[in-house]
C-alpha cells in the first residue's frame, strides 16, 4: 500500500472565492459567515484528485488544507475560525466520498497572541467529529512579521501536552509570508529548519517524550546542514553547558518525523543516510509546487515512488516502511 502523508485539499474554484469575500467583507455578514459549495463541484474536484493518485500509483492520501491558503495572522478571530472550519468540512466531505482514498489532517484556527489553547475546540471536532488521523500547525502564524514565538517556547506547551494526551501527531507546515523578503515557498522552508533548531534548543522533547511531529520537506536545511548543528552539540560538550553524557544531535534531530517532498534523488538519499529511513513518510504534495516536468526522466518532479524505488539504499523491508509503515506508527487513528 502506498499512503501519501502530505497533501492537500483539491477543492472547487467556488470555495476559495468564498474566501476572498470573508476576508474582505470585514464582518458585514455577521458573526459568522460560512461558505457553501455544492456536493457536485466537489465532488468534480475529488474525483480530479483520486485520478492524479491513480496515475502514480497511490492508494491513500492524508489531506490537509493547502497551508498558503490557510487564514491565520492578524485576521478577525471569527473569521479564522469560519474558514478553518470550512477547509476542515471539505475534507470529511471529501472523505465521505472517497472513504477509502482519504484519511484527513485538520488545520487550526491560529491568530498572532491569541493562548496555544484557542486551538483545542477543533482539535478536538476533527478527531471526535471528523474523524482526522493528525493536525496542521502552522509555527509562524504572524507569517513572517516576527509575531510568533519559535515552537520551543512554553506558549506551545499546552498544545504540546494535548497532542500527547491524544496521541495526535502535528504535520508542521508554515502558510502565507507577508514580510517582502520571502515567497511562501522560501518561507516554508526557513520555518522548517527553525522549528527543528528552536525545538532542540529548549529539550522540548525531553519534556514530551511522546510529541509527534512531522517536519515538511524533508526537514527544511537541517539534514543538509547538520555538521553546523552537530558542531554546535560538540562546542557546548566541551564548555561544559550540556553534560558530558548529554545525546549527539543526531539522536536528537531522529525523534522528529520527516516527509519525502523533495523532488529531487540526492536529496532525498541524504534524507535517508541523515536521519534514516524509519523515520521517513512517503509524501509528493501532488499536485502542488512539484508538478513541473522534469526534463532528465519525463515525469513530473512530485512522481516521486519511482524516485524511491530506485534508491540503492532502500531495501524491500525499507520500501515498505516509507510507502506505509511509518505513517502508520507515526499516525495511529490511520488504522482505527
Avoid at 496515475?55 to 487564514?71: H, I, Y
Avoid at 555538521?227 to 522528529?256: C, N, T, V, Y
Amino acid at each position: 500500500m502506498i499512503i501519501d502523508a502530505h497533501a492537500h485539499l483539491v477543492a472547487p474554484a467556488a470555495l476559495y472565492s468564498h474566501r476572498s469575500n470573508l476576508v474582505v467583507s470585514g464582518g458585514q455578514y455577521g458573526a459568522s459567515y460560512r461558505a457553501q459549495v455544492p456536493d457536485r463541484l466537489l465532488e468534480e474536484s475529488a474525483d480530479q484528485n483520486v485520478r492524479i493518485m491513480d496515475a502514480v500509483g497511490t492508494d491513500l492520501q492524508l489531506l490537509s488544507p493547502r497551508p498558503f491558503l490557510t487564514l491565520n495572522g492578524s485576521a478577525r478571530w471569527n473569521d479564522i475560525v469560519d474558514w478553518t472550519c470550512d477547509t476542515n468540512d471539505m475534507i470529511a466531505r471529501t472523505i465521505r466520498m472517497h472513504p477509502n482514498r482519504f484519511r484527513g489532517v485538520g488545520a487550526l484556527p491560529q491568530q498572532v497572541g491569541r493562548p496555544v489553547t484557542s486551538l483545542f475546540d477543533e482539535i478536538e471536532r476533527v478527531v471526535d467529529e471528523l474523524g482526522f488521523v493528525g493536525v496542521l500547525l502552522n509555527p509562524d502564524p504572524s507569517e513572517g512579521m516576527n509575531g510568533s514565538p519559535p515552537l520551543g517556547d512554553p506558549y506551545w506547551y499546552p498544545l504540546y501536552e494535548k497532542l500527547c494526551e491524544l496521541d495526535l501527531p502535528a504535520h508542521i507546515h508554515s502558510g502565507q509570508c507577508c514580510n517582502g523578503r520571502e515567497t511562501y515557498d522560501e518561507h516554508f522552508i526557513a520555518e522548517e529548519g527553525l522549528a527543528i533548531s528552536s525545538i532542540y534548543r529548549a529539550d522540548v522533547f525531553n519534556r514530551f517524550p511522546d510529541l509527534k511531529l512531522m517536519i515538511s520537506h524533508g526537514g527544511g536545511p537541517i539534514p543538509y546542514q547538520i555538521g553546523r548543528w552537530r558542531s554546535h552539540r560538540e562546542m557546548a560538550r566541551a564548555q561544559g553547558r550540556i553534560a558530558a553524557d548529554a545525546p549527539q544531535f543526531d539522536e536528537i534531530l531522529r525523534k522528529f518525523w520527516f516527509d519525502t517532498v523533495l523532488h529531487n534523488p540526492d536529496s532525498l538519499a541524504l534524507l535517508f543516510k541523515t536521519v534514516g529511513h524509519d523515520r521517513c513518510c512517503f509524501g509528493t504534495e501532488r499536485p502542488g509546487s512539484g508538478d513541473g516536468i522534469d526534463p532528465v526522466s519525463g515525469r513530473h518532479y512530485d512522481d516521486l515512488k519511482p524516485v524511491i524505488e530506485a534508491l540503492p539504499s532502500l531495501d524491500e523491508a525499507a520500501l515498505n516502511g516509507v510507502f506505509a509503515g511509518n505513517a502508520r506508527r507515526l499516525f495511529s487513528r490511520l488504522d482505527v
